[in-house]
């Protein structure tokens, strides 16, 4: 019997692609795992109306952890328009699988590594070494959002802010609202995870990104909860900065930073500037943690245009599979996995077409797979 069961989603676009390069590295690397096909992405939009099937749901459930590849994603418009005939006119709506498994499992902390390989001609420099931590299940991508604004809603609204004065006369169909939800739990788990993550690593610093002095409720409930969790790392140092201002401190000054932490939204904003300092999003990877399960990913997107090329940059699936790796305790198998990306990339002789190159993205993992 096998130690492991692992959810395989390769979802669609190149997401097929880089889930047959990890393969390749997981089959090298002799983890005892059995791998359990989900069904995931837009194909089971299409013809079932549900991009998540409840099957895969129940696939999850048995497993010790999932890896995904890609799916495509499009406006609700669009998506409606995309159904099978017969599934038209039902009021099915489109939502984000991987958001809705997030939410499911409570999968409330992001993890996305950005660390600059040495050799990787995408570099902005050699000395970048950032870790994201991203609140995964709240704020403006919980979800709570309204259109038209629904009477009962704006009435409330109306006589409890006095800011909404401004928008009395405005009819309910012109008006949109999403609802930015933080809790303190949701705040300070984060925060606590982002410290322990740089006390067990050697960080000094931990970085919070938010807006407090503009959103100063929801910013400033995340602000005070850091506050407090700082306290008890009193040999990791706190530092606040706006979300606008980190963009451009990132940009000037990435090697000042390490561990970075924000709610939902700023991290989605700060990860992907800070998988661009290292390369762009084919060096980039996520997992997706809770308190009892796992999804491993990387971060870009399923480039419907390239799928079946094998044509993308695989090392972002490869570092999520590294991921993965230590989350099931396989710390060896992580350790000797980073080292052989690291060592192709150095030697630089396989690059895929974002580095300039024209190897595939099964010439990557077969490269990486030798060097292991």
């Given at each position: 019997?096998a130690?492991?069961?692992i ?7 190149v ?7 990890a ?33 895969t ?6 497993t010790?952890a999932?890896?995904?590849g890609?799916?495509?994603s ?14 038209q006119?039902n ?12 939410q499911?499992f ?5 993890l996305?590594p950005?660390?600059?390989?040495k ?5 902005y ?43 009395k ?24 995870e982002?410290?322990k ?8 610093t931990?970085t ?15 602000t ?6 700082a306290?008890?790392y ?14 451009m401190?990132?940009?000037?000054n ?11 939204m700023?991290?989605?904003i ?7 300092l ?22 870009h ?9 094998n ?25 000797r996995?980073?080292?052989a ?15 300039g190159g024209?190897?595939?993205t099964l ?10």
């Amino acid at each position: 019997m096998a130690k492991y069961k692992i959810a395989w989603l390769p979802g669609d676009g190149v997401g097929i692609d880089v889930m047959n390069a990890a393969r390749i590295v997981l089959n090298k690397l002799e983890l005892n795992a059995e791998y359990i096909h989900g069904d995931i992405g837009w194909e089971f939009w299409k013809h079932e109306g549900n991009p998540l099937p409840d099957r895969t749901i129940n696939i999850l459930k048995n497993t010790d952890a999932a890896l995904f590849g890609a799916i495509t994603s499009k406006p609700k418009d669009e998506a409606a328009k995309e159904l099978a005939t017969y599934l038209q006119n039902n009021g099915l709506e489109y939502f984000s699988p991987i958001v809705k498994l997030r939410q499911l499992f409570n999968l409330r902390t992001n993890l996305r590594p950005c660390r600059a390989f040495k050799g990787n001609p995408l570099n902005y420099r050699d000395n970048i070494d950032l870790v994201v931590f991203r609140e995964n299940t709240e704020g403006l991508y919980a979800g709570v959002e309204f259109y038209p604004m629904p009477e009962n809603v704006f009435n409330v609204l109306l006589s409890n802010h006095p800011k909404m004065q401004k928008f009395k006369n405005v009819p309910r169909d012109e008006i949109a609202l999403s609802s930015r939800i933080v809790t303190k739990t949701g705040c300070t788990n984060i925060v606590k995870e982002a410290f322990k993550y740089a006390k067990g690593h050697g960080y000094k610093t931990v970085t919070l990104v938010e807006k407090p002095n503009v959103l100063r409720e929801t910013g400033g409930l995340m602000t005070r909860c850091a506050r407090e969790v700082a306290k008890q790392y009193t040999d990791i140092e706190l530092w606040e900065t706006n979300i606008d201002a980190m963009c451009m401190w990132l940009v000037k000054n990435p090697e000042n930073y390490g561990v970075l932490v924000a709610e939902n939204m700023f991290g989605d904003i700060i990860s992907d500037l800070a998988a661009q300092l290292v390369g762009g999003l084919g060096f980039a990877s996520s997992g997706n943690i809770g308190d009892d399960y796992a999804v491993f990913e990387p971060t870009h997107g399923s480039a419907p245009k390239y799928a079946g090329m094998n044509k993308v940059n695989p090392i972002a699936m490869l570092l999520a599979v590294k991921l993965m790796l230590d989350y099931l305790g396989e710390k060896d198998k992580a350790e000797r996995l980073e080292t052989a990306v690291a060592g192709v990339i150095k030697e630089g002789k396989i690059r895929t077409y974002d580095m300039g190159g024209n190897s595939s993205t099964l010439d990557m993992a077969e490269a990486v797979a030798c060097r292991l």
